[in-house]
């Protein structure tokens, strides 16, 4: 896929103290790349070099081939961003909302605007004031403005932030809409592991300012051998007739690192001995273990990421 934003060696120093260093990654386009980090980290102080709202220190953000620091007008233009809270007139529509930003862009039309708002779901309530609007709502018609000028790179902070369950669902039901049907850049950061993981394909995770890795949230390492869970209550009896193989007991059975292949075998070894098996399944790493594992940092610590 084709690379839409990169950030080259962006270094962000405030009265002589680093905050962020040296940080370089590529987003591509029809992905949802996530900023995940402790409060702190630098996630919206990234954000706001990326859009131009603060001066980048040292390094260059190019966004669809265009230079931010050489070329801004050309390289923004490509850009939509909500950076912490949609601005909104409540005493005006929805629908008028959307007409005062569009008269700043040139081209765009009442089908546009009606396309738009189509997109996020707000159809039945376009034309309600913005202060009888929740949360969710106010959020997806902040998401029709950035979609106004159809661009290449939809920059989101915190879009879930305040937002309850069904809210965040859907936020994120529309952004994986957009990377799948327009082929769009997302990026977002949010402090919610669990929301990072169903809603990124990949993550940047910072600490201290610092890029420490970038995972992809569906882990697509294919390693020879995986750890399966074999969910047995005769600890004992299975002990011996699994001696060949590294195995971990944990409550309620025992994990073992096989390959694909080998599992029928070690299932028929099991029936064999008469040694009851309720479940085998596959035992994957969330990203709060590999967030953990990555950052060396507690769970206490990924509550405030």
Same mark, same amino acid.
């Given at each position: ?23 370089? /990654? ?6 949802? /790349?996530? /900023? ?20 980048? +220190?040292?390094?260059? @953000? @190019? *966004?669809?081939?265009?230079? *931010? ?8 233009? =490509? ?6 809270? $949609?601005?909104?007139?409540? /005493? &005006? ?19 546009? *605007?009606?396309?738009? #708002? ?32 159809? $661009? ?6 915190? $879009? ?13 039901? =529309? ?12 990026? #977002? +950061?949010? =402090? &919610?592991?669990? !929301? ?33 869970? %074999? ?9 011996? #007739? ?20 080998? #599992? $029928?075998?070690?299932?028929?070894? &099991? ?16 990203? !709060?273990?590999? %967030? ?9 610590? @990924?509550?405030?990421?």
């Amino acid at each position: 896929m084709q690379n839409v934003m990169e950030l080259k060696n962006v270094t962000k120093k405030i009265n002589g103290k680093t905050i962020i260093d040296n940080l370089s /990654f590529t987003v591509q386009e029809g992905e949802v /790349f996530g /900023f995940l980090g402790p409060n702190g980290a630098g996630k919206t102080t990234t954000i706001r070099m990326m859009v131009g709202l603060m001066k980048l +220190s040292q390094g260059d @953000v @190019v *966004i669809c081939s265009q230079s *931010i620091t050489k070329n801004y007008a050309q390289a923004v233009k =490509h850009v939509g961003a909500i950076v912490e809270n $949609p601005e909104l007139y409540k /005493f &005006l529509s929805g629908y008028k909302n959307l007409q005062q930003y569009a008269r700043m862009i040139k081209g765009i039309t009442k089908e546009k *605007i009606d396309e738009v #708002v189509e997109l996020v779901g707000l159809k039945e309530r376009i034309h309600d004031k913005v202060k009888t609007y929740s949360l969710g709502m106010r959020q997806r018609l902040g998401l029709a403005q950035c979609l106004l000028h159809d $661009p290449k790179v939809l920059i989101l902070d915190e $879009p879930t932030n305040g937002l309850d369950p069904a809210g965040i669902r859907e936020i994120r039901d =529309h952004l994986k809409k957009l990377t799948r049907e327009r082929g769009m850049a997302v990026i #977002v +950061s949010s =402090h &919610l592991l669990s !929301e990072m993981e169903l809603m990124c394909d990949r993550i940047a995770i910072l600490q201290k300012g610092k890029l420490i890795d970038i995972q992809n949230v569906r882990d697509e390492e294919t390693e020879e051998k995986d750890t399966y869970f %074999f969910h047995i209550e005769q600890l004992k009896e299975a002990a011996s #007739v699994l001696k060949e193989y590294d195995c971990v007991n944990k409550k309620n059975g025992v994990e073992i690192k096989l390959s694909k292949q080998e #599992v $029928p075998a070690v299932i028929e070894l &099991l029936v064999q001995e008469q040694i009851r098996l309720y479940e085998v399944k596959l035992v994957t790493k969330s990203l !709060e273990d590999r %967030f953990l594992e990555i950052t060396g940092g507690t769970k206490e610590e @990924v509550q405030h990421a």
